[in-house]
C-alpha cells in the first residue's frame, strides 16, 4: 500500500511540473516532445498500468485543457500539437466503450465548440485541402483563426478515420442505466459537431439515437426511478438538435412520441411516484390541447404551434401534436382502461382531469368507459365522492345521450343519498342547464331531473338539509325560461296532487310565492297557485294542533343539532355565555341549519294567517311555543326569529303583556347576546306598534319609563336597563351592542327627555351622576366613566344651552366636580396673531380606539402642546389688543386671551374634551392638543367645560372646592408663574356638567 502510495506521488509531481512548464514556458518545443513521449509510451504499454490509469483519471483532461487553450505556439511545434491531439484521440477511442467519464469530456473538449472558441470551420485556401470535406463534413468559408482550424479540421478527420463516430453511436445504442451521465458524455462529441457534419453522415446516426430513447422507454421501472424525469427531458433535448439538422419533421414525430410515451411508461409503474409523474404530464399536455385555438375543425394537418411548459421548466414547441393525433394515441393505449381499470387510484384519477375532459370534449366516451367510471362508486366513501367530483367536472361536455345514459342507468340507481349525492346531483343539473342553454335540447333530460328532484323532497328519510338544497335547485330548474311549458304544467299538476302531507305543503307555498314573483303573468302558475290556496285551507280547516305540528317539526330540528353539537364537541353554554358575540351567531347560524327550518314554518304560519282569518296565534299558542324556547338552551338564537314572526301579526295586549313580562325579568348583569337581541327586537316591536294608542302606555313603560302604581317611587326601565347593562353587564360583546344600540337609536332619548317629564329626567340623570360619584379616594373606574359620558353627551343633543347643574336645583358652589388623574403645566407666553381658523377633527376611529384602550392607557399621558408660532392661542386673534379680556356674560366666566396652555391628561379626560368638543359654540379661545403622537387643532372648544381661573378675576369659592378636590385626588398645588405684566395663581380644572 505505501509503495503505490508513493507511485501516486511521483506520477502527480512529474505530470504537474510538465503541465506547467507547457503552460509557461516561452518556446514549449521541449515540454512538447515529452509529452509526446509519455503518450506514445502509454499507448505502447511500455508505463506501468498503475501510470496508465493515473493518466486517464487525472491527467489526461487537464493536458488536453492546457494544450488547447495556450493562446500562441511557434511555428515549428504546429505539428507536434497536431500530433499530441492525434495521441490523445487515440488513447480516448480505447476508453470509449469503457463510457469512461474523463476520456469522453477530453475528447469534447478537443471538439470543442467553435462559436465559443472564437472561430469557425470554414473553407480553406487553395495551400490546404483536406480529405474530410470530401466524405463526412460541410465545408464552409475562410476561417479567422487558420491555424486551430487547420487542428480542428485534423483532428475530427482522424476521429472519424477511426470510426470514433461509429463507436460512439454504438456505445449510445448500448447504453443500460445511468442515462443522463452516460449518454450527456457520448452525445457531446456530436452535438458540438452539428454545423459541422454532413446531412448523409447525420441520418446514418439517427437509428442508433432512436435505439437509445427505445432503450430508455424499455427499460425496468427499478432502473427509469433512479433519474429524474427532466433528465430524460433533457437527454431529448440533444437528441432534437441532432436530428432537426438533417429532418425537422422527423425530429418532431420523436420528439413528440417520446413525450407521450415516456408519461405513459410512468403512468404504468408499479410506484406510486412514478404514476403520479406521470399522469401530471400527460394531464398537462392534455390541458395544453384543450386550450389551444386549433385552427381546421377537420382536424387536418393544418400546423399551428403549441408552446408547453414540461417538468424540465423549457418550453418546447409542437408543430404538429392536434387533438386528431393525440385521441387516437389514447385509444391505442386505451387510457381511460388504464386510469379507471385494476390499477387506479384516487390521486390518479384526481389529477387526470384534464385527460377525462378532453375525452368529454370530443364526446368519445362511450357507455362501457362510463361504467368503468362509475364502477369506483362502488369502493369506499372517499372514492365515491372522487369520483362524484370528476363526473361533475366533466359532464359539461357530454354529450345529450351520454347525459341521459348517464342519469337513467345510474344517477336513478343510486340508493343512499346524503350530502355527497345530492350534491353530485345539484352539480349535473348545473351541467344540464348549461348544455341547454347552449344547444337548447336536453327537454327530456330537464323532465327526468324535476321529478328525480321532487320525488327525492318527499322521501321521509332524507336530511331536511338535503332537502333544503333540492327545493333551491328544484326552484331554479322551474323557472329557467327555456323550459317549456308542458313540462312546467305537468310539473305543477304533479305538486297538486302530492299536497296531502304537512312537509310537501310547507315546501309547495314559498316555490308557488316565488314563481308568481317571477312569472306575474302566468296564468297556469297563478290559477294553480289559487287552487293550492284552498287545498291548504281544507287541509288545515279542522287541525286544532297546528302548533303542535310546527313544534314537532322544531324538535326533530333540534335533535339534529343537538347531535351535531355532540359529535363535534362543541360548548354551547361558553359560546353563548362569553364567546366572540356576532362570530359566535354565525358559527351556529352556518352549521346549525335549524333556525333556517324555524324561520319557514313561521313564515309558513304566517302565509296561512294572511289567507284565512282563522290561522291566528292566540296567547296560548304564544305560550307554548314561548315556553318550549325557555325550556331549550340551545334555542336561544330562536327568539329573535320568534319576535319578527310575532311582529307581523300586530298581537293583541294580551300577547304584548304577556312579553312585556317576559323582557323585564331579563337579568342585565347575566344577560347574554341572544337575550339581548331578544330585548332588542321586543323594543322594536313595541315602538312599532305605537300608533295603537291602546298599547300606547305599555310602550313607553319598556321604552321610556315604567310607573309602578303601587310604589311612590319611580323605576327606570327600558332605557335604564340598558344603562345598567353599559355600566355592569359581565359580557363585553353585550354592552357594545347595548351602547351601540342606544346611541343609533337617539329616538329612545328623544322620547325619555320628552315624555316623562323633568322630574324623571333629573332623577335619571342623577342616577348616572352617582353612579360616577361613588368613584373617589382614587378608585375611579375609567371603563364605567367613559360609558357613562357616552350616553350623557348623547342626551345633551335634544336641548340647546342645557344647564344640568341649575336644572337640577344644585347651587354653583355646592357642583359636584369629576377630576381626572392629570398633570398640569401651564406656559405663559406673549398672544399669538395667526388666523387661527383650525377645526377640531372628529374621528370615530379614534373615539372607539380611546373608549376600547382605556384601561391599557390610565399611565399613558397626551400633550396639549401650544408653541409661539402655533394656532392654539387662547383669545380672538382679529382683536388688536394684547391686554383685552372676553367675557361670557351667560355664565360670567372670565378669559383671558394672552396665555398659552400645555397639559398632560390621561386617555379618559382626552376621550371627554374629544367627546364634547363640538356641543357649544366657543369664541373666545383655541386649543390644539396632541395625543399619541397625534396632534389635533381644536376651534369650537366647549366655554362651559374648561375654566380658567386666574387670580385677579377668579371665584373665591370656586378656588376653594377646587382647592380641596386637589386634595383629596392627591394633586399637589400648581407653583405660580410670573409674566411680564403680573403674578398669577391659575388652576385648570375639568368640570362635567351634567
Known sequence: ?????????????????????????????????????????????????????????????????????????????????????????????????????????????????????????????????????????????????????????????????????????????????????????????????????????????????????????????????????????????????????????????????????????????????????????????????????????????????????????????????????????????????????????????????????????????????????????????????????????????????????????????????????????????????????????????????????????????????????????????????EFEDKYREAILTSLLLNIKKHNEIIFVIPLFKSLIQTYPNEKTIFFSFEKTQKSVIEYYQNKNNLIQMILDDIITFRNEALKYIKENKINLKEMIKGGNGKEDQLILHNHLPYLTQIQIRLNFFQFLHNISNQVTPTLQDIQVLWNFFMENPILDGCKVLFLEWIISFEPKNEIIDFLFEKAKRLNEINMNIYEFNFFKHFCTLTNKLKKNLKIEEKTNQLIILKFDKNNSTRDLNGIYKLWVMILFCQNKHVVQLAIHYLLAHQNYLYSLYNKIGEYANRKFIKKCINSLNIQEQNKIDEQITIRVLNLLNSFLHFRENFLIPEFLGFKRHKWRLIFFKINLSINFGSRNNDDGNNTFVNNNNNNNNNNNNNNNNNNNNGNINSNNNSNSSIGNNNNNNNNSQNYNEKNNIIINKNFKIEIKLNSSLWFLLKLISDKLNTKYYKLQITYNQITYNISDYPKTLLELGINDHDNIKIKKIINYELQKLKIKKISPFKTNNSEFYTYIYFIRLF
Open 1 to 481: 500500500m505505501t509503495n503505490t502510495t508513493n507511485k501516486l506521488k511521483k506520477y502527480s509531481k512529474t505530470y504537474s511540473v510538465l503541465i506547467e512548464s507547457i503552460k509557461k514556458a516561452q518556446d514549449p518545443t521541449n515540454e512538447l516532445l515529452v509529452a509526446q513521449t509519455k503518450l506514445e509510451n502509454i499507448l505502447k504499454k511500455k508505463v506501468e498500468p498503475e501510470e496508465t490509469k493515473f493518466f486517464v483519471d487525472q491527467v489526461l483532461y487537464p493536458f488536453v485543457v492546457t494544450i488547447w487553450s495556450r493562446p500562441n505556439y511557434p511555428v515549428d511545434s504546429s505539428l507536434i500539437v497536431n500530433n499530441l491531439f492525434v495521441l490523445s484521440i487515440d488513447l480516448i477511442l480505447l476508453y470509449i466503450p469503457q463510457e469512461h467519464s474523463q476520456a469522453l469530456i477530453s475528447l469534447a473538449k478537443i471538439f470543442g465548440n467553435p462559436s465559443s472558441q472564437g472561430f469557425y470551420l470554414q473553407f480553406c485556401n487553395n495551400e490546404f485541402s483536406y480529405k474530410i470535406g470530401k466524405d463526412s463534413f460541410k465545408i464552409l468559408e475562410i476561417p479567422n483563426n487558420l491555424q486551430r482550424s487547420i487542428f480542428l479540421c485534423r483532428n475530427i478527420e482522424y476521429f472519424a478515420s477511426k470510426e470514433g463516430f461509429i463507436k460512439l453511436t454504438t456505445q449510445l445504442s448500448r447504453t443500460r442505466g445511468q442515462y443522463w451521465k452516460k449518454v450527456r458524455l457520448l452525445i457531446n462529441p456530436i452535438h458540438k459537431l452539428i454545423g459541422i457534419f454532413k446531412t448523409e453522415f447525420l441520418l446514418t446516426i439517427i437509428p442508433s439515437l432512436e435505439t437509445l430513447l427505445q432503450n430508455i422507454l424499455g427499460s425496468s421501472f427499478d432502473l427509469l426511478r433512479k433519474e429524474k424525469y427532466e433528465h430524460y427531458l433533457q437527454i431529448m433535448d440533444l437528441i432534437y438538435d441532432v436530428i432537426f439538422d438533417c429532418d425537422y419533421n422527423l425530429a418532431n414525430k420523436v420528439q413528440e412520441n417520446f413525450y407521450l410515451d415516456l408519461a405513459l411508461k410512468f403512468l404504468n409503474s408499479p410506484y406510486l411516484e412514478m404514476r403520479v409523474i406521470g399522469v401530471n404530464e400527460l394531464n398537462q399536455i392534455f390541458k395544453q390541447i384543450i386550450n389551444s385555438k386549433q385552427r381546421n375543425n377537420n382536424y387536418s394537418l393544418t400546423q399551428y404551434q403549441l408552446q408547453f411548459k414540461f417538468s424540465s421548466k423549457k418550453k418546447y414547441n409542437f408543430n404538429f401534436l392536434d387533438q386528431k393525433k393525440l385521441l387516437e394515441w389514447s385509444n391505442n393505449h386505451d387510457l381511460v382502461k388504464l386510469l379507471f381499470g385494476q390499477k387506479r387510484h384516487p390521486k390518479i384519477i384526481q389529477m387526470a382531469t384534464s385527460i377525462m375532459k378532453f375525452f368529454a370534449q370530443q364526446q368519445t366516451l362511450n357507455k362501457d368507459q362510463i361504467d368503468l367510471i362509475w364502477n369506483v362508486t362502488q369502493e369506499h366513501r372517499h372514492s365515491a365522492q372522487l369520483i362524484y367530483n370528476f363526473l361533475s367536472q366533466i359532464s359539461i361536455h357530454l354529450s345529450e345521450e351520454m347525459m341521459e345514459y348517464l342519469f337513467t342507468q345510474k344517477i336513478e340507481k343510486i340508493q343512499e343519498w346524503d350530502e355527497v349525492t345530492i350534491n353530485f346531483l345539484g352539480n349535473f343539473t348545473n351541467s344540464a342547464l348549461i348544455q341547454q342553454r347552449k344547444t337548447h335540447s336536453f327537454q327530456k333530460l330537464f323532465s327526468l331531473l324535476i321529478n328525480k328532484i321532487w320525488l327525492l323532497i318527499n322521501r321521509k328519510d332524507l336530511d331536511y338539509n338535503v332537502k333544503i338544497y333540492l327545493k333551491e335547485n328544484f326552484e331554479r330548474l322551474f323557472k329557467e325560461k
